[in-house]
């Protein structure tokens, strides 16, 4: 079975600090999706990436930054720059690229305050 | 374009009784899931619909627990004889098709059993 872990559970940084939010993910399939989601205080999950297994090219979107190591079954999240705006739950997730894999499974989530 | 909507945004009910939950896709997505959200178990798989094809149930914590899917789009899911732990905010996502696109969820209902 597949087991995402996002070891911090709650981060506060003050505005304009860079911060890392940390996603270690278990499988044996040698195929397979991560994400990233967000979840601001109004509740509804946001989607901001998805990379494939065998593409390990880390990718920039502005201030977001993530970094995709096989090596160590890692997707890790960076927001350089902070801002309030940035306050929210994120979730790391695995969805399995096999016949029959349909569902996402997520981490517990690392809540990130961003302090003005 | 319209977002995946759900209603009601909260439910609150009494221990015993049976709730409906709805979710409308995003238009053209074939794909549809239900999650449960909860302060324990945090975010939990528990039923998949492509298109008109028989669904994976694999999640569903009880018999209790059931959907259905109307015309490959509006989803119901019904929880009967509600229990306390049943309370959680039960979160709907669509997608293109059930493949590696992403999902993408609507508000969700929150539902309190009393």
């Known amino acids: 079975a597949q087991k995402v872990t996002q070891a911090q559970t709650e981060i506060s940084v003050v505005e304009k600090e860079d911060v890392t939010l940390d996603c270690v993910y278990e499988?044996?399939?040698?195929?397979?999706?991560l994400f990233w989601y967000k979840q601001p205080p109004s509740g509804e999950l946001v989607f901001l990436i998805r990379?494939?297994?065998?593409?390990?090219q880390n990718e920039i979107s502005g201030r977001y930054s993530w970094n995709f190591q096989k090596s160590t079954s890692s997707f890790n999240f960076t927001i350089t720059a902070s801002q309030v705006v940035d306050s929210a739950v994120y979730f790391c997730?695995?969805?399995?690229?096999?016949?029959?894999?349909?569902?996402?499974?997520f981490g517990k989530g690392t809540k990130l305050s961003v302090i003005p | 374009g319209a977002g995946v909507s759900q209603s009601p945004s909260n439910k609150v009910t009494e221990k015993g009784k049976d709730v409906e939950l709805r979710c409308d896709p995003i238009?053209?997505?074939?794909?549809l899931y239900w999650y449960r959200q909860s302060l324990g178990q945090g975010l939990e798989f528990l039923i998949y619909?492509?298109?008109?094809?028989?669904?994976?149930k694999s999640g569903l914590p009880s018999d209790r627990f059931s959907a259905e899917r109307t015309g490959g789009s509006v989803s119901t899911l019904t929880i009967q004889r509600t229990q306390q732990e049943d309370s959680a905010v039960y979160l709907c996502?669509?997608?293109?098709?059930?493949?590696?696109?992403?999902?993408?969820f609507g508000p969700g209902t929150r539902l309190t059993v009393l």
């Open positions: 996502a669509s997608s293109t098709h059930g493949g590696a696109n992403e999902q993408f």
């Open positions: 499988t044996r399939d040698t195929t397979y999706y």
């Open positions: 990379r494939n297994s065998f593409d390990e």
């Open positions: 997730a695995l969805k399995l690229a096999g016949a029959g894999s349909y569902q996402l499974t």
């Open positions: 238009s053209g997505h074939t794909a």
């Open positions: 619909f492509q298109g008109n094809s028989a669904p994976d």
